[in-house]
């Protein structure tokens, strides 16, 4: 079946642009998370849904940085008044359990490169 | 959330085990041992998790020690496609992924 997806693959904005970054879940999938990787990073978590409530957004990095997931399937991360220090791969998982606290087996998509010049 | 230490870098042959350790110290008793792996450009992908046994799959054997305190991600006969980051990641609160360890695996 089709798996996790991620629109667009790249994005250049120029510093104070705001961008909107896109996450199609697998179907179905109840739990949906955001992370940020910086190069030769490790991917940092920066928020959670369960089905359309965000249960926590203590991974954002400031309040320019704002997600949602109305209808719980499509996401939208979307970033205001980008920086340079935005630059990063946006990472977009999936996972069919709920989590409460921890979290399970998740599914990645192949992430948006946002550079920010 | 447990933090984690691994290799930052561990070379393999081909065809060869490949074992990578993972330390994890601060493990809490209820907390799942979860490894992925993230080859280049693409999202991290979900290998194996455990929580006291050892446990195998089609992709790979996970030791834990009786201690919970480290833990042995193994690939059998490891192939040039396994050539990845591999993250060892204690189930917390939130996934805390660390730098991992990147394996490259020689022809």
């Known amino acids: 079946g089709a798996g996790v997806s991620q629109s667009p693959r790249y994005k250049v904005a120029k510093r104070g642009q705001d961008v909107a970054l896109r996450c199609d879940p697998i179907?179905?999938?109840?739990?949906l998370f955001w992370y940020q990787q910086a190069l030769g990073q490790g991917p940092e978590f920066l928020t959670y849904f369960q089905n359309e409530a965000q249960l926590d957004k203590s991974g954002l990095p400031s309040d320019r940085f704002f997600a949602e997931r109305p209808e719980g399937s499509v996401s939208t991360l979307k970033i205001q008044r980008t920086q340079q220090e935005d630059s990063a791969v946006y990472l977009c998982?999936?996972?069919?359990?709920?989590?409460?606290?921890?979290?399970?087996?998740?599914?990645f998509g192949p992430g948006t490169r946002l550079t920010v010049t | 959330d447990a933090k984690t230490t691994q290799p930052p870098s561990m070379d393999c042959a081909e065809g060869r085990a490949a074992n990578l350790p993972c330390n994890h110290s601060?493990?809490?008793?209820?907390?799942?041992v979860y490894w992925y792996r993230q080859i280049h450009s693409q999202g991290p992908q979900y290998i194996i998790h455990?929580?006291?046994n050892n446990e195998t799959n089609e992709m790979a054997s996970l030791i834990i020690t009786e201690d919970r305190k480290s833990s042995t991600l193994i690939l059998p006969h490891a192939t040039l496609r396994d050539t990845a980051v591999y993250y060892c990641?204690?189930?917390?609160?939130?996934?805390?992924f660390g730098t991992g360890t990147s394996l490259t695996v020689i022809p």
């Open positions: 990641i204690p189930m917390g609160r939130q996934f805390y």
């Open positions: 601060t493990i809490s008793g209820n907390e799942y």
């Open positions: 998982a999936s996972s069919s359990h709920r989590s409460s606290g921890g979290v399970y087996e998740q599914y």
């Open positions: 179907s179905g999938h109840v739990s």
């Open positions: 455990g929580l006291k």
